[in-house]
């Protein structure tokens, strides 16, 4: 088994729009692809989590509506979702947006008791038909017709390599992680990390053209200085996929707006030390720490991704671009004790706020570590260890019956 390479292969990937809606439109667009006759119903069963992150958010190329119940309906009429996956509301435009308005009443959200992330998509015309999407947003494990499967991945092999890769990973430290990575980054993920750099660059360009809620304009306005531009940079990012411009992102950890943020943040403060040589192989160190604490939040939980996971993998970056890597854990640390309460309320115009707050997090934390900062543990919820710190923030972010989340849900769901 080679761990870096699975990691990429499996974690980093592409998606056109909000991860969320994206998996909707993807479980839905699997089902129509079996459903015969005219249309009477489409049920669409999430966990919480998919829930809450899907129902304000913008939707690629589409002003009118947002969030999963329309993505739901645009997914009935998407084509090649085999294909396309994540990408499946790529293609949308006027036609398409015509056709799902008149059936948008007949799409039915509901939310179900099940871990994150799951979605169960129901089509009910001449035949029930099911798609099922479990563990991974762009993991579609089964298809159903009339309750006769027409296909079904193997749950257990597939299962057991993940939980093979999430092992194995847990059980690194750092070190090994970068000595890992130098042992077997190469042309090929090199190729994939600059790709996946230019097309969240792509976002950026669409927000300064024009296409977005101008949250970079107005930041670029207030904050002056380097560090400021690149904050301003990933707003732009953020903004633009968020507000539903139709072109992809280099996803991390089942985030995109998590993969936009790593991608800018590293690569562009990277020319700031004059570091650019190792500025992906940094990146990709980046996307493998927000990963590993992912693997104690959860892809999806009740605290905000950018904050808890992908702000520290971007300070771990930049201490490895400036030869600090010895003071990665303690940085980490430092930054759970300070900024690890922001919840997630879903995925919306608002989190290329959030991303700006975890690159100054990022570029803060980095400095403090370099500074020689050490403060005393445990204290709060940072303890002694990096894992059992983790293992506290697991508390916070999936805690027991969901009582954080179903709250934000209830609330969200009351302003609507």
Known sequence: MNIIK?????????????????????????AAEYSKGELNEIIVETDGFVYKNGMTTGIPGIKKYRGNKIAAALGYYSKNPQQLKLEVLADNDQEKLTKAEKIIEKVKLKIVDRSTPYIKATIMADQITEAVISGEHSNLISIKVDGKTEFDLNQNNLKEKEDNLAENIKSLNFAEMIKMI?????????SLLQAGLDANLKLVEASKAGRA????????????????????????????????????????????????T???AVNETAKLLNKEEKALKATLLAHLITYYIKLYMGKLSSLCGLISAAAPGITAALLYLDGEEGKIELAIKQMIGDSSGIICDGAKSTCALKAVTAFEQAYKHYKL???????ETPVGIVNHSLEATLENLSELSVPRFQTINDTIVRVINDGL
């Open 182 to 190: 130098e042992e077997n980054y190469d042309s090929e993920i090199e």
């Open 369 to 375: 570590a370099k500074s020689g900062l050490e403060l």
């Open 262 to 264: 790593i991608s800018l």
């Open 213 to 260: 809620n101008d949250i970079g304009f107005k930041y670029e306005s207030l904050i002056s200085g380097e560090v400021g531009e690149i904050a301003a940079k990933i707003a732009h990012g953020i903004d633009a996929r968020m507000a539903g411009v139709s072109l992809p992102a280099l996803a991390s950890s089942g985030s995109g707006d998590q993969g936009i």
């Open 6 to 30: 699975d990691f990429v292969k499996k974690e980093l990937k592409y998606a056109n729009g909000c991860t969320e809606p994206g998996a909707v439109a993807y479980a839905v667009a699997s």
